[in-house]
């Protein structure tokens, strides 16, 4: 019978390759750690009767680091400022809502006045002479008759301001019209103003037409 290659080898002095040790049995007892190096009981909830150990957490300061504590002196005066700027916020808040008011008073009592003049002016298209006053802080002109500008001059007529229009109305719509508007009041001539009080009553005062004011 022909020896395996086996027996030859051993005949020639080979020995067979040791056997590895058998591994030692695992322990059911003790909990193995799972992968990651903690323990299989990490995580679970405490068993009663055992008190929990909490981690210690360092006191927490209250003011950041360089914070400088207010004063009482410095608490004052922040609400000082705070009080002046509510207060200063409600003028400014109060002195628009006057503002409108008064505007949309304005725009009332102008549309009551037009409405109150329709069919009340006195312009007369054929009127030859100027009557120059100011209005404004500027010098205005409206033309007038011969007749008419004597009634002006006396304080029978009057002049008004209306959408930029200078109308000539009598004395007792005069007084009406300033009552509802008393900003639309143009020219109020008092007969017994002297030349320096009314320069421009003098028939004789002419301003040249081509003059810029």
């Known amino acids: 019978m022909i020896n395996s290659l086996r027996d030859q080898l051993l005949g020639l002095g080979f020995k067979d390759a040791p056997k590895p040790a058998p591994r030692p049995k695992q322990d059911a007892r003790k ?3 799972p992968h990651g190096g903690k323990p299989a009981h990490a995580g679970r909830p405490p ?3 055992r008190p929990q150990q909490r981690p210690h957490k360092p006191a927490q300061n209250p003011h950041k680091p360089g914070q400088k504590k207010m004063s009482r002196e410095d608490i004052d005066l922040a609400k000082a400022y705070a009080i002046r700027a509510q207060r200063e916020k409600e003028e400014r ?3 628009e809502r006057l503002k409108q008011e008064e505007a949309r008073l304005r725009r009332e ?4 006045l037009e409405d109150f003049l329709k069919d009340k002016a006195l312009n007369a298209a054929e009127a030859e002479h ?3 006053f100011e209005y404004g802080g500027k010098i205005k002109r409206v033309h007038v008759t011969a007749e008419q500008l004597k009634a002006l001059n006396a304080g029978e007529l009057g002049v008004l301001q209306m959408n930029g229009r200078y109308l000539l109305v009598d004395a007792a719509t005069l007084a009406e019209a300033e009552a509802i508007f008393a900003q639309a009041v143009a020219l109020k001539v008092d007969p017994n103003a002297t030349a320096e009080a009314d320069p421009y009553s003098d028939p004789a005062y002419q301003v040249p037409d081509d ?3």
């Open 47 to 49: 068993q009663p009767g």
């Open 211 to 213: 003059l810029v004011w």
């Open 109 to 112: 009592a102008k549309a009551k």
């Open 93 to 95: 808040i109060e002195a």
């Open 31 to 33: 909990p193995q750690a």
């Open 130 to 132: 100027v009557r120059h």
